[in-house]
C-alpha cells in the first residue's frame, strides 16, 4: 500500500507473523526536498526498480 488510507485499518498480529510479513511506514520529504530528489535522480540517470509478485 502507498500513501495513507482514508480510513484506518486493521492488522491481525497472527497473520503477519508465520510469514514474517511487517507494516512499516514513513513521512515523506518536503516538496522542495522531493525537487532537489527528483533533479538528482534525473541528471545521474536514476529510476525505479519495481518488482510484482502475483497475488494469491
Same mark, same amino acid.
Given at each position: 500500500?502507498?500513501?495513507?488510507?482514508?480510513?484506518? =485499518?486493521?492488522?491481525h498480529?497472527?497473520?503477519l507473523?508465520p510469514a514474517?510479513?511487517?507494516i512499516?511506514?514513513?513521512?515523506p520529504a518536503?516538496?522542495?526536498?522531493?525537487?532537489?530528489?527528483?533533479g538528482?535522480?534525473a541528471?545521474?540517470? =536514476?529510476?525505479?526498480?519495481v518488482e510484482?509478485?502475483?497475488?494469491?
Amino acid at each position: 500500500m502507498v500513501g495513507v488510507p482514508p480510513e484506518p =485499518i486493521a492488522a491481525h498480529p497472527m497473520r503477519l507473523l508465520p510469514a514474517e510479513k511487517t507494516i512499516s511506514g514513513g513521512v515523506p520529504a518536503s516538496p522542495g526536498e522531493t525537487r532537489l530528489m527528483l533533479g538528482f535522480a534525473a541528471r545521474y540517470g =536514476i529510476g525505479p526498480q519495481v518488482e510484482t509478485f502475483p497475488v494469491a
